[in-house]
């Protein structure tokens, strides 16, 4: 492929997919789409090289199997530090020991881990990364099957890519979202929250440390090499966010929100920032799709922005792969499918981080007797506890299924041992896994497929998509009926 750096101004590329973005949810569908052979180029704003300190430091149980479906979560694994309970309000003790997968507890690590490993397996896998170039306007036609991105390098070269889909995965300010005019409607839930990366004299007693008291809110998270992730909001000081802030600001906030600022010192980052609830209407318009935070944002309570950005990857890249290899029998529906799974799984994670973050900094008496009877029916009632930990963790997100579809169908495939190893090795190729009975010959289909059986004599057959998702489940169907499955 062209580099268009080095050809001049007004010259054009083309690629299969551009995606607008180098942040997680495009590089891990920059080396999805890759791993399937097609051409995919990623554009980034940031100069090469440049760090990306951000707010994501959590990767949960779902994030960590989608990693595990690409060789990724061990190596990720060993960069953090695991964490088995969840603790809300300061009383509600969520035990993520209980969840059925092969990563009970929540893993503490930063971003730019994440993003380590996911460029390499792009890069490794083709990927061609232009980081200095940002997209300044793009266009698409009923008529035509390509959309076209004008694009703006550092030093003004400006040049077009003609890609047959394109992905916005440029955050809150998307460029993409802003040239396809959509809105992106919803509003500030917080202001002036402080963040920090500081080292600490004293060690919390606890792996999260978290707490509200009065007018004053404050966690602390370890990163596991001595650094610290702290965040502090006092409902008194409401400044902007280009406000300057000091470390001491952040140490009177921890003092009063967890009794003491444990001795924070060497802070290597310092920000200020508001917290919005917003989405997109439309993830997909024509040609172009929006995932991530140019899709949707919220508050960091439960710590599910990234997350949410991975799996929205993981849902469209083998979608996108199934159209552009023309694998699919209907790809304006296949494609339409992105919006129609994921659009609810945002809104529902706008509303639970939001619920969170408003009981957690309750202000009136009124306030504060919800957040405790939340509280008590989190830590006595089980059924409850589950189902929180299950939507925090995303290992309970189901799809909506046709009707009169098998009960499985829809929803996540459980961390499964087959006869051929585990499930989530099996999706290694980014292919679908038929699972049969021993005693079912193989069988083929149109699309990629790995056989597997069940090392026991269930009857039950499962078509699990290259996500993790069952698309398909019946009891020792006929050959036809499978055929018939497997084409749709």
Sequence with gaps: MTD?????????????VLIVGAGPTGLLLAGDLAAQQLSVTVIERRPPGTGNLTRAFAVHARTLELLDARGLADDLIRTGTRMERMRLFGRASLDLTRLR???????????????????????KAGVDFRYGTELIGLSQSPASDTVTADLRG??????TVEARYLTGTDGVHSAVRRSLGLPFPGESVIRSMVLADVRLTGTPPELLTVNGVGDAFAFIAPFGDGWYRVMGWHRTRQADDNDP??????????????????????????????????????YRTGRVFLA??????HSPAGGQGMNTGLQDAANLSWKLAAVLRGQSADPEKLLDSYHAERHPVGSQVLRASGAIIRLA???????????AAVAHLLSAVRPASDKAIGRISGIGISYPAPKGSHPLTGTRAPALRLAEGHLLELLRDGAFVLITPPDTPEHTGPVPLVHAHWTDDRATTLLVRPDGYIAWAGTRPAPQTLDAALGR
């Design 292 to 297: 991530g935070d140019a899709a949707h944002v």
């Design 245 to 282: 802030v000091e470390l001491d600001e952040l140490r009177e906030i921890a003092r009063l929100a967890l009794g003491t600022d444990y001795g924070m010192h060497d802070a290597r980052w310092l920000s200020r920032f508001h917290s919005d609830e917003r989405q997109v209407p439309a």
């Design 4 to 16: 268009t750096h080095s050809t001049g101004a007004n010259c054009t590329d083309t690629t299969d």
């Design 154 to 159: 550092a030093d003004g070269t400006r040049s």
């Design 361 to 371: 900094m309750a202000g009136t008496p009124w306030q504060r007797t919800v957040r």
């Design 101 to 123: 997968t092969r990563f009970p507890f929540l893993l503490i690590t930063p971003q730019y881990e994440v993003e380590h490993l996911l460029k390499a397996r792009a890069l």
